[in-house]
């Protein structure tokens, strides 16, 4: 089957509002990118289909052959989704080839797998999408034994050992900064385009000693910005700093002794680099996109439980 | 001057998004009552009077005498509300009738006061409105010596003692609510009218003992409803009791071995009593609306420091 500029198969992550496309090569190189498409939350289930196929027409051509092999994380998997991967459940490794799905398509041209999330009973807990970046750092770093944190709208904390997702957390940090950033009272007092990290250790460490005060502290950035006129990137650097010091609080039996490994997109991996930093732990950052390839080639290429 | 229905003065609580105006007669009983009026939040400064004026129009005659006195609480003292009333600081009264701003009109039938707000340096914190209702408190109760929490969008709890407010502190409990619940991902999860106050306090204790893991917790909501379709009226009032256990672990210096009045509205009044409850507390729950007319009668029939 001859393909445009050479693409043997193509690594989707489709999230809940980002698509993010890729003509992989032979070798499992990137040859094209897609990467403004639409998320899972914007389409419903039967779009999947002729929404992609729309994306990725001139990847393919009319000649007969096998199926074009598209393999797909995230989101797309949800129930409301393209169509449902269940979960699979703690401990488990984060891929294993044999639960990975496949959809039936109208277009017999393309063969489209989806992998499955994750999910714990209790505490109950779910992640789709963070699996395959895991197991793209497993390819990689085999005999890694320690805490993985995906700092993002749902942070989340895995324990990993033996190759298996031991257990998981997920904070909801990110969209709680969103939230209330975009529709509190707080709105006016945080709107800057730029960050302070000074403002955000300060308040990181405030709140990690009492993290109770939580809601408390959040009100004090609107009383800031009333009686002291501190500047809007001071106190959204603040707001960021107070939800992210609750959570290691609230997340200190995973990191605790532990190797920790930070995948996520940079800025948002240097600001818990550095929060780590004053609990006096190292951590290791990796690049989200760099994984979820990995991850992807890995299901592509073979190899049971990833 | 004779005034329509017996009218001698109008008491008003105008807050961020509701209007509450009231007739008054010459014995500070409730004469006529509008209650759907803008917020201050909707208005700019230069509406506020002709807005007023056309609500009232019909209390007011076209005699000459002096002017009709209309006493205000609340947000219409923000820096962007009518006019600012410059915040009071504590330790002081909840009202101190010198401070007490008068605002010019157009129209010479009327006589307008603002209530001034009262601030805190450290730990920075606002309130306007409260102190009004904390003044209609004492006017009943002037030797109370103890806690009065007010909970709501912005949860207050108030330290008083020998007539003055000695601190307080504010909690964005019910704002993180309403925030979550209509602009995240746990906004399907929570859709219901209805409430259990059994989830309520389970939710509640839960949290209580681990305030750290506050926004771990909330994601479990959205994991409850994916892997075990608790029904959302369950999953709404966790939602509630989260954030108010987490407030009442980080509130636990204001409320421990004290007398505690709570001053709010009736549903969110008894879950705050039950909450305490749990803890070992009983509290006396005082009527929102009877505390703030008697602020503003406070204010109207005279008296220093109230």
Redo the contacts between chains.
Sequence with gaps: MSKIGNISFIAIDWGTSNLRVWGMDQQGNVVSTIDNGKGMSSLMPCEFEPYLMNLIENWLNEEEGAPFPIIICGMAGA?NGWKEAA?LEVPCPPINQDKIIHVKTKNKRISVSIVPGI???S????MRGEETQIAGYFSKNPNFDGVICLPGT?TKWVHLSAGEIVSF?????G??FL??S????LKNSVDSENFDQTSFLEAFEDIYS???????K???I???D???KVAAKSLKSKLSGY?VG??L????NYWLGQKIVIIGNDDLSILYKKALEKLGLDATIENTKEVTLNGLRKVYFGGNNL
Tied chains: 1, 2.
């Design positions: 129930k979960y999910m714990q009973i505490p109950p807990d779910v749902h957390r997920t904070f909801m940090t969209e709680i939230s209330l975009e529709h509190s009272i009492s993290p109770a005060l939580l809601s408390s959040l009100f004090q609107r009383a800031l009333l009686l002291e939800l609750a959570e609080a609230g997340a200190k």
